[in-house]
């Protein structure tokens, strides 16, 4: 990933756009990323909130709610 992209998506609200298990691509403010979904089984089209595996280092797509934030 670019240097600097992972700080700037962390926290944004995105849509998943395709499900290719283990990873998702996010839709994120017209930028497409490529991330681990917290939830294996999140469908396309879910709302999520863009967070970081802290033991991986990737970014996650951590389903939102309602309000568009991270749940949990």
Do not use: I, N
């Not at 926290?11 to 499900?19: F, K, L, Q, S």
């Not at 709302?47 to 568009?68: K, N, Q, Y």
């Amino acid at each position: 990933m670019a240097e600097g992209m992972d700080e700037w998506a962390r926290g944004a609200a995105g849509r998943t756009v395709t499900w290719p298990a283990p990873d998702t691509y996010v839709l994120v403010e017209g930028v497409l990323l490529r991330m681990l979904p917290e939830a294996p089984a999140t469908p396309r089209g879910t709302e999520v909130v863009v967070g970081l595996d802290e033991t991986s280092g990737r970014l996650v797509a951590r389903p939102a709610d309602r309000d568009g934030a991270a749940r949990g």
